[in-house]
């Protein structure tokens, strides 16, 4: 089996194309097969293994490293480390609130947010507004391909999540708060929707781990040391704390997001996700909550007057030389989807390694 393995990725991922940085190039096939078999070697179950490969593709397509194959490594730790159920079966429930429930079962979230998606449309739909409460998931994916799903159910929509604790309260030195992605989805008449999706924190952690895997400094402003000194070193940081964006702002934000995402739903802060960690470097188990909100319900005969309103708005920002958050990813999709993905050759010894 292990042999087969082996032999599979040798042939799927042999990179077509060299580049000078030392990067590879393969295609959305090739990382897609990649990855389905590392997952699958280690024992994920096929519909998990399928749910979540779809997410790291996507954020390699859009270019978003920190959420892409790197990944893996740390998902494999995860999975040896007993932290998450490899075949769990997530199960949806509804009543008559506005409120689906899934269960992931100790499961990865992808397939969780899949199950349950397709209720909580229908909720909004019928209520104008619903929640969907994400219970006992293993989380470590990007919130933009949730929102831009709802999207293309015509939905607005938000997202967030706990993660572990790993951000300093704004005026406190101590790790306490996730990095807590906070995603919000806007369906516009054609073309892409407007999305943003971005941590509380200053920068995600897989950026900080990123800068330490290339020995880059970071920014100043974005962490502390375990002594509460600022640090430019990613290794200090990960030992100190990482700050949330805008001070007191994102502080708050992240506050909101433990309570509404974590109590509110009757799941896990990241604090307590740390814990439940007890030092395996697993990734966080907490819950997930969206909230969809439906335009027809709303705005009723109404909408496509308000949609060319919104549609106003967002023109007006780019007139000025801005750019829409998300942009930069939709772009990114189009030139990988002609010149394929690159991967650094260090990453993709490292995925190499993974199927062994
Ligand atoms: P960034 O600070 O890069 O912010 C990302 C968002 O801001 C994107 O929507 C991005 O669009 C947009 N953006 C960036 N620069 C600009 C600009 N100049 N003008 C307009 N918009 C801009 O990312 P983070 O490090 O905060 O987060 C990265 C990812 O990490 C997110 O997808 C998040 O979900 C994920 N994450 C997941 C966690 C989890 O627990 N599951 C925890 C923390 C983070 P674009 O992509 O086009 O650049
Ligand atoms: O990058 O901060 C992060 C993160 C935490 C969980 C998943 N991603």
Same mark, same amino acid.
């Given at each position: 089996?292990?042999?087969?393995?082996?032999?599979?990725?040798? @042939?799927?991922?042999?990179?077509?194309? &060299?580049?000078?940085?030392?990067?590879?190039?393969?295609?959305?096939?090739?990382?897609?097969?990649?990855?389905?078999?590392?997952?699958?070697?280690?024992?994920?179950?096929?519909?998990?293994? @399928?749910?979540?490969? &779809?997410?790291?593709?996507?954020?390699?397509?859009?270019?978003?490293?920190?959420?892409?194959?790197?990944?893996?490594?740390?998902?494999?730790?995860?999975?040896?480390?007993? !932290?998450?159920?490899?075949?769990?079966?997530?199960?949806?429930?509804?009543?008559?609130?506005?409120?689906?429930?899934? $269960?992931?079962?100790?499961?990865?979230?992808?397939?969780?947010?899949?199950?349950?998606?397709?209720?909580?449309?229908?909720?909004?739909? !019928?209520?104008?507004?619903?929640?969907?409460?994400?219970?006992?998931?293993?989380?470590? @994916?990007?919130?933009?391909?949730?929102?831009?799903?709802?999207?293309?159910?015509?939905?607005?929509?938000?997202?967030?999540?706990?993660?572990?604790?790993?951000?300093?309260?704004?005026?406190?030195? !101590?790790?306490?708060?996730?990095?807590?992605?906070?995603?919000?989805?806007?369906?516009?008449?054609?073309?892409?929707?407007?999305?943003?999706?971005?941590?509380?924190?200053?920068?995600?952690?897989?950026?900080?781990?990123?800068?330490?895997?290339?020995?880059?400094?970071?920014?100043?402003?974005?962490?502390?040391?375990?002594?509460?000194?600022?640090?430019?070193?990613?290794?200090?940081?990960?030992?100190?704390?990482?700050?949330?964006?805008?001070?007191? !702002?994102?502080?708050?934000?992240?506050?909101?997001?433990?309570?509404?995402?974590?109590?509110?739903?009757?799941?896990?802060?990241?604090?307590?996700?740390?814990?439940?960690?007890?030092?395996?470097?697993?990734?966080?188990?907490?819950? &997930?909550?969206?909230?969809?909100?439906?335009?027809?319900?709303?705005?009723? $005969?109404?909408?496509?007057?308000?949609?060319?309103?919104?549609?106003?708005?967002?023109?007006?920002?780019?007139?000025?030389?801005?750019?829409?958050?998300?942009?930069?990813?939709?772009?990114?999709?189009?030139?990988?989807?002609?010149?394929?993905?690159?991967?650094?050759?260090?990453?993709?010894?490292?995925?190499?390694?993974?199927?062994?």
């Amino acid at each position: 089996m292990q042999q087969a393995q082996t032999m599979l990725v040798a @042939t799927i991922a042999s990179p077509r194309e &060299e580049v000078p940085d030392d990067s590879l190039i393969l295609s959305e096939a090739e990382i897609t097969k990649l990855t389905l078999s590392i997952l699958r070697h280690h024992g994920l179950a096929q519909e998990q293994a @399928t749910a979540l490969t &779809e997410l790291i593709v996507a954020a390699e397509r859009g270019e978003c490293p920190s959420h892409g194959v790197y990944r893996l490594a740390g998902l494999v730790r995860t999975m040896k480390s007993g !932290k998450v159920k490899l075949d769990a079966r997530p199960s949806v429930s509804v009543d008559d609130t506005a409120i689906v429930r899934v $269960d992931a079962d100790s499961g990865f979230s992808p397939l969780a947010f899949n199950l349950g998606r397709p209720r909580l449309a229908e909720k909004a739909r !019928k209520h104008g507004i619903a929640a969907m409460a994400i219970n006992r998931c293993v989380h470590f @994916t990007a919130l933009w391909p949730e929102v831009e799903a709802l999207c293309a159910d015509g939905l607005v929509s938000m997202a967030m999540t706990p993660s572990h604790s790993w951000v300093a309260p704004a005026g406190g030195v !101590k790790p306490l708060f996730g990095t807590n992605p906070f995603a919000f989805g806007w369906p516009r008449p054609s073309g892409n929707p407007y999305v943003f999706d971005f941590a509380t924190s200053m920068v995600a952690r897989g950026e900080i781990e990123l800068h330490r895997q290339r020995n880059e400094p970071l920014p100043d402003g974005w962490a502390i040391d375990r002594n509460g000194k600022p640090t430019n070193d990613a290794a200090a940081a990960m030992s100190g704390a990482l700050l949330t964006f805008g001070g007191h !702002k994102g502080s708050a934000l992240s506050t909101m997001i433990e309570l509404i995402a974590g109590p509110l739903i009757g799941d896990l802060t990241s604090a307590q996700s740390q814990h439940f960690d007890d030092g395996a470097g697993a990734a966080p188990f907490h819950g &997930e909550l969206v909230i969809a909100l439906c335009p027809n319900v709303f705005l009723k $005969d109404a909408k496509d007057r308000y949609f060319e309103s919104a549609e106003g708005l967002l023109n007006n920002i780019v007139a000025q030389g801005a750019r829409l958050p998300s942009q930069r990813r939709f772009e990114a999709r189009v030139r990988t989807g002609l010149n394929g993905i690159s991967v650094s050759r260090p990453q993709y010894e490292i995925l190499k390694s993974l199927t062994l």
